[in-house]
């Protein structure tokens, strides 16, 4: 991120009215199943100045507040039946959000509804209506079976015993999880413990969904099986928020985007629409071995570069760099020699069809993943 | 087609919730087998010696000197009855006070403080746990206290259950507080494991408290424990209590009227100051 | 030097080297030490606490006005119950925070993951225990120093009053007895990887057949038996009697001996059974498994 930091100077390409129309307008609110409102929060952190002596400290008179907004006002809606995602980077504040959204987390500013349910004056009733499944959190008893899990959370749930029995042993069948409902969790596969998290997010029938980051640290194949559970759920009538920094997962899934970045949602629209925003522009990507990362200023001052991006990426021992603008056919022979001038490979280049990636790009300069 | 929430909460419901809660302790505890049964046999690491003890003190009147404190000769109930009690204590400290925070180790407390149930109904459920977890392992020691050590007691058992009441309710009252202020803490270990044991020693779980020092001895007399114990061994001992029986029995209500309201409100307190910060998932 | 770098193979392994990396090792141990601070509670705390009930349990039981002391002091030639309780307790959590510390020392460098690429430097697997057992030798001296120091300030209990010097000398000749306890100890856990329970066991055993807290003499027969087998017993016994009765040489010449039997037994035995642990581990190829 820090070495794409100046490029944040540049002005962005996609028009600021255009931006604007995309973003929430709060007249639509009526419909919405969800619907978020300016939510801020920032963390203080109350701690003694390093200079601070020892008789100033003990009269916590030294003390200084370090704020750190995590979440900078927030908007969206979503309507019954959709699927929202929220994309964006690691720390532009997903999950804060929807820490915010399933009660965990008490706003600073702003205010929520829930299926009509108000986030501050009615948690419970918002809990009730809510299933979600957390990140980073094990969020089940690995010590317990898949079926004393979801027994246990039922009851928890508020479900009657026999209305309980049924719906446990139908979200067994339905994620695949009967034949090893018995055995403890802890030796389940991590695609069967996310099944099992998913089955107890949706035991109590909530008509809201909440996924934070669903597939991270799954297998392709898990993963692909859970993005169709996903539409399944969809196709039951739910609504889901997920968040996700897959573009590929957000264009899949998402009937609508939300575009995150320091906290604030820089783009909202379909992402058939948001890629349509930059559509005037050729977006090339070029794979380059031994890159010199200092070139990209003189990249991106090629007359005709709009945006650029670049990324070293471990796994293929390559630079991956994005030029966006408006006439590729005149910057790209440029661009190549200027590459190759400095002892650049390219070992791969094309010019494709904007990405939601590339619209996350034009946005803020920055790849979605560093 | 629109889902409506499946979650119908009436009165039941609540219990059902806490119940589960309690059953789902009850079956982690006994996944690890082990653990269990040295609950039970891990008294007797400190028993025999103090067995022994008792035994080195002993002229062919048993322990006379002990008597002369007590009222009683029977020393080894007089210990087995305070092991007993002390197992309580340290299933306040060690159990209930980890009871949030192994469940944020464990990566579910989030997912259990999502459910749409008071998040105190938890804490109550574990506690409905641990007693009947505890109940379960002094009574296995006293089964094998019998055994080795000779334990018996004659007196009125029902009144001396009784008088545990209070002073239970008490105790886990302070163990929602004592469990929210674990939550924060990095490591509590060592500051539980010293607690428990003082408190235990001056509360007289081992000997009749006027051997204390005096310097020692106004902090066992503050203990509301200490009558606790004094008064259910009077009880079941014949023990000569420190007070009129009455007056303990006043400390130990005063105690409970006091603790349960203070452990709920520091409790409170500590899930506002999560909801705050967001400390709940670091581990 | 030169020759050190260019061919470090052609090094050979002087005792010199050892020796550097038995003391790098320790300087290790003594950093990781240094970063939990509850040690000081360690240190300064429970030696007091520990040894308490116990003391204030005898209280009670000599009754109000001592008159049942007789009948102790038959059994032990003394009347001062605190100090006889405390040289007991300070040998016993001197022998528990080794067990501790040894067997969770390896167990520990397991569990993090840097027990095989210490095993892979060529230094000897016991530089590499020694090296541990250094440090923790330190501060046992450190725990007993400030143990005696708390109990005079505290409960004014005096321990130096009798025959010092052979006192310690039983000390002394303890110290690898309990290095090999620890070492066989550490084997152990290494092979069953369970320390918890391991270490409450060999605890309770000490515990409850040395005669910590109490006169030997009034176990029943058999577990008379087994605390004849038991180092600790004789160490207990020897510091005890030199300190609180001014036993002389005469006296505890039989003590001293099996003891020094012992320190040599001890060591030699931990040191086979953790060479025996370590080739199974080896075949077995579980030691970076937990």
Redesign the interface.
């Known amino acids: 991120m820090a070495s794409s930091a100046p490029v944040l100077e540049f002005p962005p390409p996609v028009p600021a009215d255009v931006l604007a129309a995309h973003l929430y307008t709060p007249s639509r609110a009526e419909q919405l199943i969800v619907d978020v409102h300016d939510l801020r929060k920032v963390?203080v952190k109350r701690r003694s100045a390093p200079d601070a002596s020892m008789w100033q400290r003990l009269a916590l008179r030294a003390q200084r507040t370090d704020e750190r907004v995590a979440v900078a006002g927030v908007s969206f809606g979503i309507a019954?039946?959709e699927i929202f995602g929220l994309l964006g980077p690691n720390g532009a504040g997903k999950t804060?959000t929807i820490?915010m959204l399933?009660?965990?987390?008490?706003p600073s500013a702003g205010r929520a509804t829930i299926n009509g349910y108000d986030l501050a004056s009615q948690p419970?009733?918002v809990?009730?209506?809510?299933g979600?499944v957390?990140t980073?959190?094990?969020?089940?008893?690995?010590?317990?079976s898949a079926r004393?899990n979801l027994?246990?959370?039922?009851?928890?749930?508020?479900?009657?015993?026999a209305?309980a029995r049924r719906?446990v042993a139908e979200l067994l069948e339905r994620l695949d999880l009967a034949s090893r409902a018995n055995d403890?969790v802890e030796g389940y596969s991590s695609g069967m413990k996310q099944r099992v998290a998913i089955a107890?997010a949706l035991?109590?029938?909530?008509?809201v969904v909440l996924l934070d980051e669903p597939t991270i640290g799954l297998d392709p194949q898990s993963a692909r099986n859970l993005r169709e559970l996903i539409l399944e759920i969809k196709r039951?009538?739910?609504t889901v928020l997920l968040t996700t920094h897959y573009m590929e997962e957000a264009d899949l899934l998402c009937d609508r985007v939300g575009i995150i970045d320091l906290g604030k949602i820089i783009a909202l629209d379909t992402p058939a629409a948001l890629k349509r925003s930059i559509r005037q522009l050729d977006v090339m990507q070029l794979e380059v071995e031994a890159f010199d990362e200092a070139l990209m200023p003189e990249l991106e001052a090629l007359p005709g570069v709009q945006q650029s991006a670049v990324r070293y990426r471990d796994d293929e021992r390559v630079w991956s760099l994005a030029l966006h603008s408006t006439d590729s056919r005149a910057v790209l022979p440029r661009a190549i020699a200027l590459i190759t001038a400095h002892s650049g490979r390219i070992r791969h280049m094309a010019v494709a069809e904007p990405s939601l990636e590339d619209v996350f790009i034009a946005l803020t300069g920055k790849q979605l993943r560093d | 087609?629109?889902?409506?929430?499946?979650?119908?909460?009436?009165w039941r419901?609540?219990i059902?919730?806490a119940?589960?809660?309690a059953?789902?302790d009850t079956?982690?505890f006994f996944?690890y087998p082990?653990n269990a049964l040295?609950r039970v046999i891990?008294p007797?690491?400190?028993l025999?010696?103090?067995y022994?003890?008792?035994?080195?003190?002993?002229?062919s009147a048993g322990?006379?000197?002990?008597?002369?404190?007590?009222g009683t000769n029977d020393?080894m109930s007089f210990?087995l009855l305070g092991a007993v009690l002390a197992n309580y204590i340290a299933a306040v400290f060690w159990g209930m006070g980890y009871a949030l925070k192994s469940e944020m180790d464990?990566?579910?407390l989030?997912?259990?403080?999502?459910?749409?149930?008071p998040r105190a109904l938890l804490l109550v459920g574990q506690t409905l746990a641990s007693l009947a977890i505890t109940t379960f392992n002094s009574a296995g020691m006293l089964l094998l206290g019998w055994l080795l050590f000779g334990f018996q007691v004659s007196g009125n058992a029902l009144a001396a259950a009784l008088i545990l009441i209070p002073m239970l309710v008490a105790l886990y009252g302070f163990g929602f507080a004592f469990a929210a202020i674990v939550l924060l803490m990095r490591?509590a270990?060592?500051m539980v494991d010293?607690s428990n044991?003082?408190i235990s020693?001056l509360a007289g779980s081992?000997?009749?408290v006027?051997?204390?020092p005096r310097l020692l001895l106004p902090l066992s007399l503050a203990l509301p424990l200490t009558y606790g114990f004094d008064a259910i061994r009077a009880l079941l001992l014949g023990v000569r209590p420190l007070l009129a029986l009455h007056y303990e029995i006043a400390i130990l209500i005063g105690f409970m009227a006091v603790m349960t309201p203070l452990g709920y409100f520091v409790f409170k307190r500590i899930e506002?100051y999560c909801?705050?910060?967001?400390t709940?998932?670091m581990h | 030097m030169d020759t050190h770098i260019a061919e470090p193979w052609r090094a050979g392994r002087s005792l010199a080297t050892e020796l550097r990396a038995v003391l790098m090792i320790a300087r290790k141990e003594w950093m990781i030490f240094r970063r939990y601070p509850?040690w000081v509670?360690a240190l300064f705390?429970w030696p007091v606490?520990m040894p308490?009930?116990?003391i204030?349990?005898?209280?009670?039981?000599?009754?109000?006005?001592?008159?049942?002391?007789?009948?102790?002091q038959q059994?032990?030639g003394t009347r001062d119950y605190a100090a006889f309780i405390v040289l007991g307790s300070i040998l016993w959590m001197w022998l528990n925070m080794t067990l501790w510390d040894v067997g969770m020392y390896l167990r520990n460098e397991q569990m993090h993951g840097t027990l095989e690429s210490n095993w892979l430097c060529p230094t000897w697997r016991v530089s590499l225990i020694l090296g541990g057992a250094l440090t923790k030798l330190l501060v046992s001296v450190a725990f007993i120093l400030i143990s005696l120091l708390e109990f005079r300030v505290l409960l004014g209990v005096h321990l130096l009053a009798g025959n010092v010097g052979l006192a310690l000398l039983a000390l002394l000749l303890t110290i690898p007895i309990v290095h090999g306890i620890g070492i066989a100890f550490a084997s152990l856990v290494l092979r069953f990887k369970e320390a918890n329970?391991m270490v409450?066991l060999v605890?309770?055993i000490f515990?409850?057949f040395c005669g910590?807290?109490?006169?030997v003499?009034?176990?029943p027969g058999w577990m008379q038996v087994i605390a004849a087998v038991l180092p600790l017993t004789y160490a207990i016994h020897a510091v005890r009697a030199a300190l609180l009765a001014n036993a002389g040489w005469a006296e505890l010449s039989a003590d001293l001996l099996v003891l020094g039997a012992y320190a040599i037994a001890a060591p030699l035995l931990g040191y086979i059974l953790f060479g025996i642990v370590e080739r199974g581990a080896r075949r077995r190829g579980d030691l970076g498994q937990y």
């Open positions: 963390f019954e039946g804060t820490r399933s009660t965990l987390l008490q419970d009733m809990r009730r209506n809510l979600a957390l980073g959190e094990r969020s089940i008893y690995w010590k317990l004393e027994e246990y959370f039922a009851a928890l749930y508020h479900l009657p015993p209305i719906r403890p107890k035991l109590a029938n909530p008509p039951e009538g739910r | 087609m629109p889902s409506t929430s499946l979650a119908q909460p009436t419901s609540y059902r919730a119940l589960a809660i059953r789902k079956i982690v996944r082990a040295f891990e007797i690491a400190w025999t010696p103090m022994f003890l008792g035994k080195s003190f002993a002229g322990n006379t000197g002990f008597a002369a404190y007590t020393y210990i464990a990566g579910v989030e997912s259990n403080w999502m459910a749409p149930i490591d270990n060592t010293v044991y003082l020693m081992q000997f009749p006027q051997v204390l506002r909801q705050m910060r967001g709940l998932s | 509850s509670i705390i606490l308490l009930a116990y204030f349990t005898a209280q009670a039981l000599g009754g109000p006005g001592g008159e049942s002391l007789t009948r102790f059994l032990t329970a409450f605890r309770g515990m409850i910590i807290t109490f006169p003499a009034v176990l």
